[in-house]
């Protein structure tokens, strides 16, 4: 059986999102908004079919009250630090809060207004909120389950704007990359990816965790123009020196390493083998494009 949906009426609704009676009705009638008929023919909209309808118009719900709904408390000690502007102060505010509506919100509204590529806005946004939540957990001034939370919904964030990029051209370069066995950090990569999809390279994160074997296995499968290791975690410096060492020497000499992340070890570079060492995503396009440039010249 289905789960109890509480439903409301045109007129609670219309409260809820500051919106006027008519114009709630207009869009049940349109299909806007997907709509019950009760046996005497009144509009009923469930709870469900109101975030649906507030997600797909980029709506919010000026009086959440009016449907029943309570105003989480904001259960954190102090503002998360991170960017001034507002979009960044409010995508922080509303990712600490679990609020994904809001963030996806805010997220779109950039990305057409300032017609900025898709990646920069991930790492303005998300990045920005995600380096906050982490100063605000390490405060203790936002719980664990804030922080997972917030990885979530980021995770969902960055899938939904890969999916929204055409597929790579058949030609595309080849390029896939993720985190060594022990780092397991799921964001970083996954925005280095949407930055090369982005630039059409036909780009795969694996993901995190991996052996150094299966980095070498799927080189052999992939054939790739360009590897990355994304580094936010190294438990064990010499086994990670050994291990980067050991998938370079088994690939052919034209394929680009590419290296970033925060944990990438400030001390002992010279003994990694690399093209490039990225700090940023902006970094990792001007490669990239160096690199599609120098192919096809
Ligand atoms: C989410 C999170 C986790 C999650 C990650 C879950 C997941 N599914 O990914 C989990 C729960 C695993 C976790 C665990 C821990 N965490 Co943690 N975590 C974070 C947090 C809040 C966000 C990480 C993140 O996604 N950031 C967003 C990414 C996009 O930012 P970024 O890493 O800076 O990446 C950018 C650049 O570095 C660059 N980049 C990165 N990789 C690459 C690769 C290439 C090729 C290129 C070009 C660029 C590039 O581009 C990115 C975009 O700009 C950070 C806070 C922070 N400052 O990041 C703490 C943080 C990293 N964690 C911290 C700690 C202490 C821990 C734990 C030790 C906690 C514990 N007691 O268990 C463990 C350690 C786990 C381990 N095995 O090492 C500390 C680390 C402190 C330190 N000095 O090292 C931080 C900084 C929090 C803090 N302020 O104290 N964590």
Known sequence: MAAYQPTFSPKQVAKALNASESSVKRWCDQGAIETIRTVGGHRK???DAIRKFIAATNRTLADPTSIGLKVTPVSRSSEL???NEADQIDFRNALADGDETVCRRILRNRIERTGENLSRV???LITDAMHGIGHAWDESSIDVYQERRGCDICLRLIHEMRSSLPLPNPNAPIAFGGTFSGDPYQIPTALVELTLRELGWNAT??????PVDS??????DYQPSMIWLSISAVADEPQ????QNRLVDQLPSEVAVVLGGRALPESGREKLQYSAICNALSELSDFAHLLS?????
């Open 240 to 243: 990670f020196f050994t291990d």
């Open 122 to 124: 991930a790492d303005y």
């Open 81 to 83: 630090p991170g960017g």
């Open 293 to 297: 440039a120098s192919k096809s010249a």
């Open 205 to 210: 994160s694996l993901g995190c965790d991996l």
């Open 45 to 47: 909209i469930s709870l």
């Open 215 to 220: 980095f070498i296995k799927a080189a052999q």
